[in-house]
């Protein structure tokens, strides 16, 4: 089993809706989290991180955590053609300092 | 401020031949990253550094080795490149190895 999931996608949205993005983990020492988005041709760029069991909103984008059932997911509200682009989630996992990042979703927000 | 610096951004080479990507950092940071990212794949952890004079195996080791040269400065080596090493190198730090990485602006590798 890979350490991190993620579902690759492509997930398609219309514009203004709620897009909502999955990622599961193995590695119960994990104890933080962290998404970045990708655009095409980037680098990756962090977006949000949580490290407790709930919510956590800034603007747009909430990042809800889940220990017990060791999933994470980001949930992006009224959603524009500038939120389209790879979203990474990536556990900060037991061992300091390895990242280890899921293999991304794409999401396409369509006008 | 640079932040990470990658070089060459591009490269292309043939099968057998040897290369190395350098690195630099000027944030100070403590950890430091080397990732490959291949066609439509998210990334994945070729070897890390979780401080100076310290080198660790990521997930796809295989063919690589580092150098963490000091605090600033991290470098992958190719010794014999192969085609299935044809990928964005993407290099990375951390203060605190906690999962907040910096990234460069990758390094484009052809092998032939």
């Known amino acids: 089993q890979k350490e991190v999931e993620q579902n690759s996608g492509p997930l398609s949205v219309p514009e203004g809706a709620i897009a909502s993005l999955n990622c599961t983990y193995s590695?119960?020492?994990?104890?933080?989290f962290f998404w970045y988005r990708q655009y095409s041709g980037k680098s990756p760029e962090l977006i949000m991180f949580?490290?407790?069991?709930g919510d956590k909103e800034d603007g747009r984008f909430t990042a809800q955590l889940n220990k017990a059932s060791q999933y994470v997911s980001l949930l992006i509200r009224d959603s524009q053609p500038s939120d389209s682009a790879t979203y990474l989630c990536?556990?900060?996992?037991?061992?300091?300092?390895?990242?280890?990042f899921g293999s991304g979703t794409r999401l396409s927000i369509r006008p | 401020n640079a932040g990470v610096t990658q070089t060459p951004k591009f490269q292309v080479l043939k099968t057998g031949q040897s290369m190395t990507l350098q690195c630099a950092q000027d944030?100070?940071?403590?950890?430091m990253y080397w990732y490959r990212q291949d066609p439509g794949m998210g990334l994945r952890l070729i070897y890390y550094?979780?401080?100076?004079?310290?080198?660790d195996k990521g997930e796809v080791p295989n063919g690589y080795n580092v150098s963490r040269l000091n605090k600033r400065e991290f470098s992958l080596r190719l010794e014999s490149a192969a085609p299935s090493q044809t990928s964005v190198y993407f290099c990375?730090?951390?203060?605190?190895?906690?999962?907040?990485?910096?990234f460069g602006e990758g390094s484009r590798l052809t092998v032939l």
């Open positions: 990375a730090s951390s203060e605190a190895g906690d999962g907040e990485l910096f």
């Open positions: 590695d119960r020492g994990s104890q933080s």
């Open positions: 949580i490290y407790s069991n």
């Open positions: 990536a556990p900060r996992g037991s061992s300091a300092s390895k990242i280890i």
């Open positions: 944030m100070n940071h403590n950890s």
């Open positions: 550094s979780a401080s100076e004079g310290t080198t």
